[in-house]
């Protein structure tokens, strides 16, 4: 078996055959990276190189040595052996692309927000998006080499999260993790109310 599908049923119940899942954050949190990670496929980019016209725009701090941004999407696929295959579709982080949201959640069951210790204030829009929304969404910290760790109870603190959000530790370079990571979100989408997952379904 190809080692990029998952070798148990990542929910317990009956699952769609097909999934779309959104991933979400701030600029440099490691959204590209995560779908990379994952992807059975070769996965889509559309990174384009930093230039000083970004200067004064795009908050490097902390992410000094990215390179590259992400100006529309990423997209990536894993199956699963129950006929499951997700759809990853990741968001740029920068303001100015976040007009593109909106047509990149239609269709959507749900949503990973990646969140950066140092950074953590960089995760609000993305939360307050799919909240407002009604998108189940998980978050998934990524662990960054010499970031400082915390508690998952300290972060629900720090995000204001509501108790039933999920919140998981993560390594956007590692296959295994990632694959939690989804785990975890089509767990919790299939437990979400009907309500909740209305506002992307059409």
Request: glycine residues 8%.
């Amino acid at each position: 078996m190809d080692s990029n599908h998952y070798d148990g049923d990542p929910a317990g119940a009956e699952v769609p055959s097909t999934a779309k899942i959104l991933i979400a954050g701030g600029f440099g949190v490691g959204k590209t990276t995560l779908v990379g990670s994952i992807s059975e496929i070769r996965p889509l980019r559309t990174e384009e190189p930093l230039s000083d016209r970004s200067v004064g725009i795009d908050d490097t701090r902390d992410v000094s040595a990215k390179t590259t941004t992400t100006v529309a999407l990423d997209f990536g696929r894993i199956s699963f052996p129950n006929d499951l295959v997700l759809y990853l579709f990741g968001t740029p982080g920068q303001e100015r692309f976040w007009f593109m949201w909106d047509d990149l959640a239609i269709g959507a069951i749900g949503a990973v927000i990646m969140a950066d210790t140092r950074r953590i204030g960089d995760s609000f829009a993305s939360i307050d998006y799919f909240e407002r929304n009604g998108l189940p969404f998980i978050i998934a910290v990524n662990c960054f080499d010499g970031a400082t760790r915390f508690e998952p109870a300290d972060i629900r603190i720090a995000l204001t999260l509501r108790p039933e959000v999920p919140i998981v530790l993560c390594d956007a370079r590692q296959h295994e993790s990632v694959k939690s990571v989804l785990v975890s979100l089509v767990r919790h989408v299939m437990t979400a109310s009907p309500a909740d997952t209305a506002a992307f379904s059409q």
